[in-house]
């Protein structure tokens, strides 16, 4: 998709990906709709780009996270793309996990990206994108993060047969796989602690690469014969 003058709405705009990622597409000339769950992040995102138009979320609230689609539609005239980077970590091993960890992980990394893309199918047009960031991790889940890493692997499923689903559509829906990333996530995480990670990617670098999976061209229309 162009960059330059496309509608996008970020939601988790007010952590250090998300907010970092609106500032460059307000850099890169796109028009950002911004939301979140903290008051103060989001408006410091908000002046960054130019006073956009922000909406508190709650990630508890699947209702009003798809609510947030047509509300950033009104605000900008229009939804070229929604890029959800809403996430959070939790380690621990699988009989050490309580089962509120595992739904609260379940609900924020999996069904609210599911509840902003579901309601973002029918007004993304043509040419347009929807990602969610998902991670390295559901291609090799390590230990003592099995319930971390099934909460991304369920939305990354999600994500493959939304796009087998909308393969005739001419709209990119992007699984954005990043590897670990040195953005203080892993330690605000819910529950445990984080094991041994190797040097991740720089906030800069894991914006590059959402924007990389942004600027590929989505897959032509298949045309029966």
């Not at 500032?23 to 939301?35: E, N, P, Q, S, T």
């Not at 909406?55 to 959800?84: F, K, Q």
């Not at 509840?115 to 390590?142: I, K, N, Q, S």
Request: aromatic share 4%; proline share 8%.
């Amino acid at each position: 998709m162009d960059i330059e003058g496309a509608r996008v709405l970020v939601p988790g705009a007010g952590g250090v990906i998300g907010s970092a990622l609106a500032a460059r597409l307000h850099g890169l000339g796109a028009r950002v709709a911004l939301a979140g769950r903290t008051p103060a992040p989001l408006a410091r995102a908000a002046a960054t780009c130019g006073g956009a138009p922000v909406h508190r979320i709650d990630a508890y609230d699947l209702e009003g996270c798809a609510h947030t689609v047509p509300w950033a539609a009104d605000a900008l005239g229009g939804l070229d793309a929604v890029v959800v980077c809403v996430g959070v970590a939790g380690f621990g091993r699988a009989d050490t996990v309580p089962d509120w960890v595992a739904e609260h992980l379940l609900t924020v990394n999996a069904l609210a990206p599911m509840a902003f893309l579901r309601a973002a199918l029918p007004v993304v047009p043509r040419g347009g994108a929807l990602a969610a960031v998902t991670g390295v991790v559901v291609d090799a889940a390590p230990a003592g993060m099995a319930d971390y890493a099934a909460s991304k692997a369920a939305l990354a499923a999600w994500l493959t047969a939304v796009r087998r689903e909308r393969r005739r559509e001419g709209v990119a829906v992007l699984d954005i796989r990043l590897p670990h990333v040195e953005s203080g996530f892993a330690a605000r995480a819910v529950a445990g602690s984080p094991p041994a990670l190797p040097r991740g990617l720089t906030v800069a670098e894991a914006v590059d690469e959402i924007l990389d999976a942004l600027l590929r061209p989505a897959p032509a229309a298949h045309r029966p014969d």
